[in-house]
């Protein structure tokens, strides 16, 4: 089983299905913008399928999808109603920007996804034009709206909080759990990539966050649910949803890390602030046998480290754009 040596057992996999993206945040991709990975270079499908069905006797139990914008690569729900047919898979979740889900919403159900995460950090749809430098906003809202249209979809909201850019927008994010049933997660910002360059800046704590939270009414927290990632959950008397609170950076969840993700070129990851990997596709193109690969997965996890380095050290550690990670 994918255990490390620190005795946390690892059941969830995010799966990185490519390194474009039809937006261009500022704090995501650097202004020059990012080299793409050689079409050759990323995993086909098949190899994915291969890859999860290798995992799950090891124990993973969830997949998410990411990029990225997974939506933007053909096929992709073909590809995710495969995934949904592998037997011990519990759970295929997407992370999204929204912009495309409003139109493949209903295909993209009908193929096993019914857990949704959509990155939103602001509110304003001007605003969102200068953050993405792509007026399309309205797009993602519309997209949100159907996604809830359906009751049984899970829709949560990630909010990456930037300092000087969206947090005179909390208030506004948080008072959204009382009117829909959706969780709204406040993300601390966090330096990978080209985002480095910014956090000095912009980073706000999640302890700051909260307080801001606070003035729209009293936090009743919630009893965390098994597999519910690593979100410290709450509501508000009367309303519809959830705030969560992902402290990535200041209080971090690595004690209890249960993932392990997987880049759009296939490579390793143990942690997304660690740039030590292994090159999952080159032996998938080996030829190697799946017991073999099962193998050299079950030593990687063991070099999974007990924690990343802390915010001053992150800033230097982490040379990949998020894009070509998978976020």
């Not at 909390?170 to 406040?186: D, G, M, N, T």
Request: net charge positive; proline share 4%; aromatic share 8%.
């Amino acid at each position: 089983m994918l255990v490390d040596n620190y005795h946390r057992p690892i059941n969830y996999l995010r799966l990185s299905v490519t390194d474009h993206c039809n937006l261009r945040c500022q704090y995501c991709m650097p202004p020059g913008g990012v080299q793409k990975i050689a079409h050759e270079e990323i995993l086909r499908y098949e190899e994915l399928l291969r890859l999860v069905r290798v995992l799950i006797p090891l124990g993973i139990k969830k997949v998410r999808l990411t990029g990225g914008e997974p939506l933007v690569r053909r096929g992709i729900t073909e590809f995710i109603r495969s995934l949904s047919r592998i037997d011990g898979l519990q759970a295929v979740c997407l992370t999204t920007n929204g912009t495309l889900l409003g139109e493949k919403i209903e295909e993209l159900y009908a193929a096993g996804i019914n857990k949704i995460n959509i990155s939103l950090d602001t509110l304003d749809a001007q605003k969102y034009h200068v953050i993405t430098t792509r007026p399309l906003w309205h797009k993602v809202w519309e997209a949100i709206e159907k996604a809830l249209s359906f009751g049984d979809v899970e829709v949560k909201l990630n909010v990456v909080v930037m300092k000087g850019i969206n947090d005179d927008e909390i208030e506004s994010f948080a008072r959204l759990a009382y009117k829909h049933p959706l969780q709204v997660r406040f993300i601390e910002f966090m330096p990978v990539g080209c985002g480095s360059r910014w956090s000095g800046e912009i980073y706000m704590p999640g302890a700051e966050c909260m307080e801001r939270v606070r003035k729209v009414g009293d936090l009743l927290p919630l009893r965390h649910k098994e597999g519910a990632g690593p979100a410290v959950v709450y509501t508000f008397a009367g309303a519809a949803g959830e705030v969560g609170f992902i402290n990535s950076i200041s209080q971090s969840f690595c004690a209890f890390c249960n993932r392990m993700r997987i880049t759009p070129d296939g490579q390793l990851r143990m942690c997304l602030f660690s740039d030590d990997e292994l090159d999952v596709k080159k032996y998938l193109r080996s030829g190697m046998q799946d017991a073999e690969l099962a193998g050299l997965i079950l030593k990687a996890v063991k070099q999974k480290p007990l924690e990343h380095a802390g915010y001053s050290r992150l800033i230097h550690q982490c040379h990949r754009q998020m894009s070509q990670i998978g976020g």
